[in-house]
């Protein structure tokens, strides 16, 4: 197996790439309470923990070489393609940067920092007047920032598991929810039967998509 170019041990890559996507998550997401920074942090050490994987040290591919090489013989696992493991499990052939399940985690991240920078918009807005955010994703979900973070997660999975971020995303998503759960007692002590009424109508995580069951406040 020859190498034209070496697949790891590129830091500085591991450093810019991480610096981008945090910072561009940060810009839409803009962290101001201790709740904010703890689920940012988390986000952050995600994304960290998946570029030094796919261009700092391969831990994932090292631990599984010994099956990868018995399953996969002909497989050059220093090729950094070999670090897309949907596509080598799943039988693909090709680049896998141009497989199903790379174009679908473009649109899972494109989605997800979309989500992220609309719904940031509509509670910036809504927290300078001292209101309940009920327009726009939260008139879909009461946390689209967290559905924001996760559909973020899913995308990178998609494109490139490893073994950490496998095991961090499930502990991930019971953090948010709990931080949900906690936002969700704020935000009731301060607006009272307002807030209750736009939960009761609207879906904590998972949309309903059907017109009628839109909270009727088009105020917040």
């Known amino acids: 197996m020859t190498h034209d170019a070496p697949a790891y041990g590129l830091w500085s890559l591991v450093i810019l790439n991480s610096a981008v996507f945090v910072m561009f998550a940060f810009s839409f997401f803009k962290p101001q309470t201790a709740r904010d920074w703890r689920s940012f942090s988390a986000f952050a050490a995600f994304i960290v923990a998946l ?33 897309h493991l949907w596509s080598t499990l799943l039988g693909e052939k090709g680049d896998p940067h141009f497989g199903a399940l790379h174009i679908a985690s473009y649109l899972l991240l494109g989605g997800g920092f979309w ?14 007047r001292h209101a309940l955010a009920t327009v726009g994703p939260y008139a879909r979900v009461r946390h689209p920032q967290y559905v924001a973070f996760v559909l973020i997660l899913l995308g990178f999975l998609a494109q490139w598991p490893t073994l950490l971020t496998l095991l961090m995303f499930p502990i991930l998503l ?3 929810g709990r931080l949900a759960i906690t936002e969700e007692r704020e935000m009731e002590q301060q607006f009272g039967a307002e807030y209750r009424r736009w939960a009761a109508q609207t879906p904590r995580f998972i949309p309903r998509w059907s017109a009628s069951t839109a909270p009727p406040n088009p105020e917040g």
């Open 174 to 176: 019971v953090m948010y």
């Open 51 to 83: 570029f030094v994987e796919m261009y700092g040290f391969p831990l994932t591919i090292y631990l599984l070489s010994g099956w990868l090489q018995t399953r996969y013989p002909g497989l050059d696992l220093l090729s950094h393609n070999s670090g």
């Open 115 to 128: 989500l992220l920078s609309e719904a940031w918009h509509v509670l910036y807005h809504a927290q300078r």
